[in-house]
Structures are given as C-alpha cells and as structure tokens.
C-alpha cells in the first residue's frame, strides 16, 4: 500500500531553519507530482506548494514563497522541504502526498516555531 513518512520537524525559535523529509513506499514515485501540505492549528490542512517529476515546482501559498524551497530524490524516492526564517505562523503539522492529494495520509511531522 502507498505510505508517506515524514520527518525533521523539531521545535525552533523565530528566524531558524528545519528541512522536512518525506520517504514515499508503493508508489511509482518518480512519475508523480508530489505535495506539502500544513495543517496549522484550528485550521484546515492546505496545500503549500507541489514539484512534478521533472522538478517543475509551483507555491501555492503565499507564505511559502521566498522562504520555503521543495525538492525531491527521485532514486530514493523522498520529498524534502527546506523552510528558512521560520515564524510563529508557520507552527502546524506538515504533510506529503500526491497533488492534489490522491493516497493515505501519513502521520505527519509537527513544526514548532516560537518567538
């Protein structure tokens, strides 16, 4: 079965900088186009930018763009997510999937950012 397994998260200060990853099992990574997603707290998971198989990235949130760089290992199939200055607002648990999201979620990896 498809599984995502995210991890990196830690608990950071204001400014910092964490590098998620995302090792995906049963599926033919390297021909999909893959996702983080943020699921702040109270609020809806969404989706923060995407990267298709050839590395085309697009940023889907505002709050990604400039700071925040996705990229993928196709071989290994792993997704990153590399987030530099990090704010408060950027506290939530991170996600990947396929974009739109099409398979099981995984347990995601928590980011906390305190000022």
Known sequence: QIQFLESGGDSVESGGSLKLSCTASGLIFGAAVM????QAPGETRELVG??????????????????????RDNPNNILFLQMDSLKPDDTGVYY????????????????????
Do not use: L, M
């Open 35 to 38: 996702g983080w997603y943020r």
């Open 50 to 71: 995407s990267i298709t198989s050839t590395g085309f990235i697009k940023y889907e949130a505002d709050f990604a763009k400039g700071r925040f760089t996705i990229s």
């Open 96 to 115: 990947c999937n396929g974009a739109p999201f099409a398979w099981p979620w995984g347990q995601g990896t928590q980011v906390t950012v305190s000022s």
